[in-house]
């Protein structure tokens, strides 16, 4: 049912779910089901990625991705020697940038989170109820 919750609550999750358009998925059914939501998430432009804890490592291509995950242990992984296990594992968390955020949600309020004057999270909420 539309709007049956009166808070629908994301942490570091919306990351997670596979490609643009499974988020754009995921935001609009936080939309429909949340008469207010707040979500937060990484953001694609810190230095840092947060799940690999490896400067930089949002910007790679998926290949260089899987490499670095088939050689090394990363963040909270540990080396993964099979290379399709290592592809699937890169692909499986794709950050945020702040237009995206906004073309998810179009009615929200997005702030930034900052660590040393720079974004590290992005927090979109909407308190229309």
């Not at 499974?22 to 089901?33: F, L, N, P, T």
């Not at 690999?52 to 490499?67: D, S, V």
């Not at 237009?99 to 660590?115: A, S, V």
């Not at 979109?124 to 109820?129: E, P, R």
Request: proline share 5%.
């Amino acid at each position: 049912m539309d709007k049956e919750f009166d808070v629908v609550f994301s942490n570091s999750v919306i990351e997670h779910v596979g490609s643009f358009e499974d988020q754009k998925k995921m935001a609009g059914e936080i939309q429909r089901v949340g008469k207010m939501y707040f979500l937060q998430t990484p953001c694609f432009r810190f230095p840092l990625e947060p799940h690999f804890f490896t400067i930089g490592f949002q910007f790679l291509p998926l290949k260089a991705k899987a490499f670095l995950i088939r050689h090394f242990n990363l963040g909270w992984y540990p080396k993964e020697r099979d290379y399709k296990k290592s592809i699937n594992l890169a692909s499986s968390i794709r950050l945020l940038r702040k237009y995206e955020l906004k073309k998810l949600f179009t009615g929200g309020r997005i702030i930034p989170e900052r660590f040393c004057g720079l974004t590290k999270s992005l927090i979109v909420y909407n308190n229309q109820s």
